[in-house]
């Protein structure tokens, strides 16, 4: 999906911002406990901003309850979930 994303900055003629960052991570298969800390961009003190858009629908509800605990353990102050 994060080719679609890109796709829209493109058709709006605006560059990505310089802060945004898109990390793979099939969520059925690992962890964001897993996934985040070894990714260069990710400084679990900077406020962050989790966006979950068209997800839950396809994890289990342990699954769900897994990268919920994940953003809640990896998230720093002031730190957003959408």
Same mark, same amino acid.
């Given at each position: 999906?994060?080719?679609?994303?890109?796709?829209?900055?493109?058709?709006?003629?605006?560059?990505?911002?310089?802060?945004?960052? /898109? +990390? &793979?991570?099939? #969520? *059925?298969?690992?962890?964001?406990? =897993?996934?985040?800390?070894?990714?260069?961009?990710?400084? !679990?003190?900077?406020?962050?901003? /989790? +966006? &979950?858009?068209? #997800? *839950?629908?396809?994890?289990?509800? =342990?699954?769900?309850?897994?990268?919920?605990?994940?953003? !809640?353990?990896?998230?720093?102050?002031?730190?957003?979930?959408?």
């Amino acid at each position: 999906t994060q080719i679609y994303k890109r796709n829209a900055f493109k058709m709006l003629e605006v560059p990505e911002p310089e802060n945004l960052y /898109f +990390i &793979a991570c099939d #969520l *059925s298969q690992t962890t964001l406990q =897993e996934v985040l800390p070894q990714d260069p961009h990710f400084r !679990r003190d900077d406020v962050t901003l /989790f +966006i &979950a858009e068209g #997800l *839950s629908m396809y994890l289990s509800e =342990e699954e769900n309850a897994a990268w919920l605990q994940g953003v !809640r353990e990896l998230s720093g102050e002031g730190a957003r979930l959408i």
